[in-house]
């Protein structure tokens, strides 16, 4: 299933997405030395959390902070999304949060009602709170970003629910390469003794 497929069952585009990440980026670029040294993070989350409710509340969504987690969730409660900075987005190595997580969002994590009853049986653990899927739109440090559900445990990522891959510089370097700038295929090294 392709990106834009998938995003319409949330009710929104790629380009919403994207620019939920530029807006945190260009606010975290612009914490200076002289401000206190969490200021690219914390500039970062508020206007991303600023710019994910200005793109996405409307129709589909509304505002929520549901065990303190700022985020929007769907008018017919089937998926909540927040904001999250973390190292870097859209490779094999799942992004690493750049704050701990706290409890709320640990309760608003992990499988739903009928995943958590057909992966194990049992006594249900790990079970969301609310029964409100969270996702989170990752913003990393290179501007990549990506709207994916982790399972959180003791303030870390542990596992994945789904990851939706939106926007890596690195990928769109590889898919379009500038012909003037870009890697040197064929050349000859010529080698010669010194004297």
């Not at 200021?39 to 969504?61: F, K, N, T």
């Not at 089937?78 to 750049?98: A, E, H, S, W, Y």
Request: proline share 7%.
């Amino acid at each position: 299933m392709d990106v834009e497929t998938r995003l319409e069952d949330f009710g929104v585009t790629r380009q919403q997405i994207m620019a939920i990440g530029q807006t945190a980026r260009a606010y975290a670029d612009d914490a200076s030395p002289s401000m206190p040294l969490n200021a690219a993070g914390m500039l970062s989350y508020i206007h991303g959390v600023g710019e994910l409710r200005q793109q996405l509340v409307g129709p589909d969504y509304v505002p929520d902070r549901t065990c303190g987690i700022e985020a929007v969730v769907k008018r017919d409660r089937t998926v909540r999304i927040g904001f999250q900075n973390v190292d870097k987005c859209c490779v094999n190595m799942p992004p690493l949060p750049r704050s701990e997580k706290g409890s709320g969002a640990e309760s608003l994590s992990g499988p739903d009602l009928f995943v958590n009853a057909g992966m194990k049986p049992g006594p249900l653990t790990a079970v969301l709170k609310d029964g409100i899927r969270t996702y989170y739109v990752m913003v990393g440090l290179d501007g990549s970003v990506e709207l994916s559900c982790p399972v959180i445990e003791k303030g870390k990522f542990v596992h994945w629910m789904e990851r939706i891959y939106i926007y890596s510089p690195d990928s769109d370097w590889e898919a379009d390469p500038q012909t003037d700038t870009g890697p040197i295929e064929d050349f000859d090294i010529t080698v010669s003794f010194k004297h």
